[in-house]
């Protein structure tokens, strides 16, 4: 169905396609995806892709479906596809190319792969634009967070958060949602912080074979979001 729809798009109006075509197999994808109808949300978004093949949210938008329908070897292939196209359209430094980039860390971090997440994770966090980051969006803030945990900064989450609450201030005022939700989002990650610290000091439990390991600070993901992710 989803299909001819798009097929007679394209042939009656080209002139639509990109604005069109592309909104309409996105939007059908994600609403598969979320349903978990995947065979479905993959045709769809190669649909968008076909119409406009060097934009980044399509691609990311199937590498997310591959990860969650178990192709983890496709999933690899795409997130390092879109990681490319990403730092050639908005450079190294910008957040929505962490965004992707993000995608291939959490990847290797559930496949076993660790020092590879680690070591990814630290080169993006060093090129970051953190005035950049500082005025995006707060989801994008979270996942900036998560990014810094996994190399082994979550302090550089704290700042950041602290520059993205002073730019929120500066625009809004100090009693806007936006200011609150990014304090709250910032407390609970210091908190978090300190739990892990109070855990890395506490002693082995008597009798004990191995050490007490350290919790992981980890935010939790909307894995359902594909592309709006991309929207720093």
Known sequence: ???????????????????????????????????????????????????DPGNPVYI??????????????????????VIDVAERAFGAADPRTALVTGGLVFLYEKTG????????????????????VARAGIQTLARIAELCESAGRPGEAIDIYRLALAERRDIFGDRHPKVRECLVRMNALQ???????????APAPAGADRPVTTPRLVWRRREDEAGPALSA
């Open 1 to 51: 169905m989803v299909c001819s729809v798009l097929h007679d798009t394209i042939r009656t109006d080209p002139a639509r396609r990109a604005a069109d075509v592309c909104a309409k197999a996105y939007a059908t994808g994600l609403d598969a995806m979320k349903r978990r109808d995947f065979d479905l949300a993959r045709t769809a978004f190669r649909w968008a892709r076909r119409a």
């Open 60 to 81: 990311h938008a199937e590498a997310v479906l591959a990860q969650r329908s178990g192709n983890r070897h496709e999933a690899e292939k795409l997130y390092r596809r």
């Open 113 to 132: 792969r660790g020092d590879e997440a680690t070591a990814i994770a630290r080169r993006v966090v060093d090129e970051l634009d953190r005035g950049a």
């Open 191 to 201: 908190v978090r912080i300190m739990e892990r610290k109070a855990a890395a000091r």
